[in-house]
T-cell receptor, first 118, second 116 residues
Framework: DTEVTQTPKHLVMGMTNKKSLKCEQHMGHRAMYWYKQKAKKPPELMFV???????INESVPSRFSPECPNSSLLNLHLHALQPEDSALYLC?????????????????FGPGTRLTVL | AQKVTQAQTEISVVEKEDVTLDCVYE???????LFWYKQPPSGELVFLIR??????QNEISGRYSWNFQKSTSSFNFTITASQVVDSAVYFCALKGVIQGAQKLVFGQGTRLTINP
């Protein structure tokens, strides 16, 4: 299994809703990532989990709450989002996230969840 | 500072033409990695190639080829005999260590349209 899966594919939510995005990989990767991508822009890193611990938070607002229940799963909990949070949310994984030789590990991306906040 | 520049925002060519996508990067790291990703309309980022800073050999994979030149800090991507299925947004990315953590820095992307 060499893919990263994400559910749901599309999500429409109101500003008062609570929802979650899910990401799963079974490649034995120990690093997982959340990116946000607005239209016609490159992906922007949000969070990095390394060995199930949060290692990078790119100053993301607290209305986005990541969770890594185990090494194969990554969730992104959403609460009280704003319309400007509408975007494609991409999950990625890589064998490692450290320095040195681990840097050569490419990230494998999932298909993304297209989120619309009304 | 780590930075990737893809000066070509959009390129449109007719099928079977060759096309080159430019990528220029900036980094102070002596060890770094460069990547190309393809993003079709479906949204998924598809990994195409990885190149490390010590390996300046050019690479060819089918109709795809990459030219890495450290002297000009460039990592250009050429598609030979383009096909409609090559239409996508292509991102060049640099992996380096920023504030002690490994991060992938993307260029702005080049939208490639191959017309039949």
């Amino acid at each position: 299994d060499t893919e990263v899966t994400q559910t749901p594919k599309h999500l429409v939510m109101g500003m008062t809703n609570k929802k979650s995005l899910k990401c799963e990989q079974h490649m034995g990767h120990r690093a997982m990532y959340w990116y946000k991508q607005k239209a016609k822009k490159p992906p922007e890193l949000m969070f990095v989990y390394s060995y199930e611990k949060l290692s990078i938070n790119e100053s993301v607002p607290s209305r986005f709450s990541p969770e890594c229940p185990n090494s194969s799963l990554l969730n992104l909990h959403l609460h009280a989002l704003q319309p400007e949070d509408s975007a494609l949310y991409l999950c990625a994984s890589s064998p490692g996230s450290g320095t040195g030789r681990r840097m050569l590990n490419e990230q494998f991306f999932g298909p993304g969840t297209r989120l619309t906040v009304l | 500072a780590q930075k990737v520049t893809q000066a070509q925002t959009e390129i449109s060519v007719v099928e079977k033409e060759d096309v080159t996508l430019d990528c220029v990067y900036e980094t102070r790291d002596t060890t770094y990695y460069l990547f190309w990703y393809k993003q079709p309309p479906s949204g998924e980022l598809v990994f195409l190639i990885r190149r490390n800073s010590f390996d300046e050999q050019n690479e060819i994979s089918g109709r795809y080829s990459w030219n890495f030149q450290k002297s000009t800090s460039s990592f250009n991507f050429t598609i030979t005999a383009s096909q409609v299925v090559d239409s996508a947004v292509y991102f060049c990315a640099l992996k380096g260590v920023i504030q002690g953590a490994q991060k992938l820095v993307f260029g702005q992307g080049t939208r490639l349209t191959i017309n039949p």
